[in-house]
């Protein structure tokens, strides 16, 4: 943001913040304040950047996550500012001063813009430090930025401002603010985008990795847990041989008839037993045993699918193409904890999509609806599929559901609109580079979807297979 741009864009400020009221004030990122302000019948947001990369001031329409609960100094700002008074540049340098007043009384919020030395400082009437975005102690810069030491100017030099480069910013059309907010926020989004791509990325990894120890640790169990239909043979053994028992036996051989061909197993006692207790306390481990298997099994296929929707999410990033679809895969995995919440506004989501399914027609004319993401997956398969509806997905493959719509059962539906449909099934799932895909196509009455499953998994009951080659319409 060049001093010149600077200049104009305080201007504007001037003419429209005075005796604006604050409604909210948020700090979205480390160096960032957004001022939410009632101007006059406007609503109006501030952007504040102390970033020395960024470091800027104007009205912006863009929108920012909020954390849960505010910062140190956003919590002060909150308490302090309720009512901007006047916006001004102090000492023709790249500092702005911003007349506040408040629960107790008027304060000014200066903001300097100055490079790597860029900082947010509250100060009271008489100039005092009430805090700062950045403390400074001084011992190295020799400006001492701290609660209740008085306010100092820092040294003015002009030069570094004109570091980034604004050209394109000027927009005659468009008012200094417009056009400052337009040329950070045009190349923010595309930094934004590839933040949360690669924030993404690195939690799919982290929790694909705990799921294969947690795989890992449960074939061990499973293992250990697999003796527990030899447990119930023992008891039946024993049942079968009382007359070979004695109480006070550390053991006994029998003929194991369970075994091919049968063969003499020794069997251990508790001598303090009886031997029908003997053959209980058997029964009783097969039934631990089993208990144990089975929540094992449960908890292996519940790996598993947690394994397949991880897969679904890489294959969802692949296909991603707008920020709207990278924010829908993004609260998909704020919904399931894969990564963390940032406000209540991720709490609750609708099916309303941000972005929509690919439309394409069959040969013969048919309506196919292909899902791009979990969550136009989980709209295709729960909200859009009719009777009459056809369902394709590739084989054992993250990938599209796909509706070939209003077809009727599979026999009465032309070969041509069969592939097509397989097609984008194949070409739309993380087999698109193959020559030739295997895809599954069903009637709907045989999809459903869990209790509790994540977001585009489905069951599928019954299905044929197709052998096609991978096609992509976009």
Partial sequence: ?????????????????????????????????????????????????????????????????????????????????????????????????IGCNGPKGETSLVVELTGRNCNMLLLDAG??????????????????????????????????????????????????????????????????????????????????????????????EEQRQSDAEHFKQAGEL????????????????????YLEPPATETLLLDSRLSPTDNAGLYFKRYKKAKRGLEHSQRRMQETRDELAWLDSIDYSLLESGSAAELEEIAAECRQNGLLPTTGDRYAKKSLNLKSKPLEALSPSGFKVLCGRNN???????????????????????????????????????????????????????????????????TESKHVSKPRGAKPGLVTVRQYKTLIVKPLRID
Wanted: glycine fraction near 6%; aromatic fraction near 6%.
């Fill in 1 to 97: 943001m060049h001093h010149e741009m600077l200049k104009k864009v305080i201007a504007e400020l001037a003419g429209v913040l005075p005796n604006a009221r604050v409604g909210k004030i948020h700090q979205p990122a480390a160096d960032v304040l957004v001022f939410r302000l009632r101007a006059g019948q406007e609503n109006l947001r501030l952007l504040i950047s102390a970033s020395p990369d960024n470091c800027r001031i104007h009205l912006t329409e863009a929108n920012f996550p909020n954390p849960s609960s505010p910062p140190r100094f956003c919590q002060l700002l909150r308490a302090r500012v309720t009512r901007i008074l006047s916006v001004q540049l102090l000492n023709d340098d790249r500092i702005v001063s």
């Fill in 127 to 220: 100039a005092l430090i009430i805090d700062a975005l950045h403390r400074v102690e001084g011992e190295s810069s020799g400006r001492k930025i701290m609660p209740g030491q008085l306010y100092v100017l820092p040294e003015k030099n002009l030069s570094i401002f004109a570091d980034v480069d604004m050209r394109g910013c000027d927009d005659s059309i468009l008012s200094a603010n417009a056009s400052v907010d337009k040329f950070y926020t045009s190349g923010q989004s595309a930094d934004n985008k590839t933040d949360l791509l690669s924030l993404i990325k690195k939690a799919v990894i982290k929790k694909r990795k705990k799921l294969q120890r947690r795989m890992e640790s449960i074939a061990i």
């Fill in 238 to 257: 024993l049942l079968a041989n009382l007359h070979a028992i004695r109480r006070g036996m550390d053991s006994v051989a029998l003929l194991n008839y």
């Fill in 375 to 441: 969550k136009q997956n989980d709209y295709l398969s729960t909200k859009e599929l009719k009777p009459t509806d056809l369902w394709f997905h590739a084989h054992k493959c993250p990938g599209a559901h796909v509706l070939l719509r209003a077809a009727g059962c599979y026999d009465s539906v032309p070969p041509g609109d069969l592939e097509f449909a397989a097609g984008l099934a194949a070409g739309y799932s993380r087999a698109k580079a193959d020559s030739k895909v295997e895809v599954m196509v």
